[in-house]
């Protein structure tokens, strides 16, 4: 059996969950999320809790069992708290600024770079070199903020770029000059 699909997903106060056939829908303070599953795992909600289990244990099943039971746990938790990514920047003269809902970087190109957040996913500038990327959607929060460090990914000699705020960049040596 596996060990994280057999956990129940516990609904907080304030959430709602509508389990229609493979679809389920979660509605929060924090926003809606609908998503389809698999026609063989079968999703219920007892209580205050949603109980995902598999018909046999064919390999598939077994596969989409966990996988199932974490995608509904990422729903659930992003309507009620959330998710956030937060990226630094690194360089002289790289900065971030709001415009609007765009965001407005200064990342060492001869013109400035805009980025649209998608519906449902908000970017805060708390400070000129600092991002946060929000949202309920915990694989948008996580592609926005991917898609924004690949404008400048850090470079491994001097570490500048736009990284995560978690991340360690290892820092390469530079050439060495010739000794005579």
Known sequence: MSRIGKLPVNVPAGVDVIIDGKHIKVKGPKGVL????????SVVLEDSQIVVTRPNDEKRNRAFHGLTRALIQNMVTGVSAGYERSLDMVGVGYRAQM??????L????????????????????PAPTKILVKGADKQAVGQLAADIRKLRAPEPYKGKGIRYSDETVR??????????
Request: no cysteine; net charge positive; glycine share 12%.
């Open 99 to 104: 415009q609007g809902a765009k965001l407005v």
């Open 171 to 180: 820092i390469k040596a530079g050439k060495t000059g010739k000794k005579k």
């Open 106 to 125: 200064a990342i060492g190109y001869s013109h400035p770079v805009e980025v649209e957040p998608p519906e449902g996913l908000s970017i805060e500038v």
């Open 34 to 41: 609908e998503r389809d599953f698999q026609k063989d795992i």
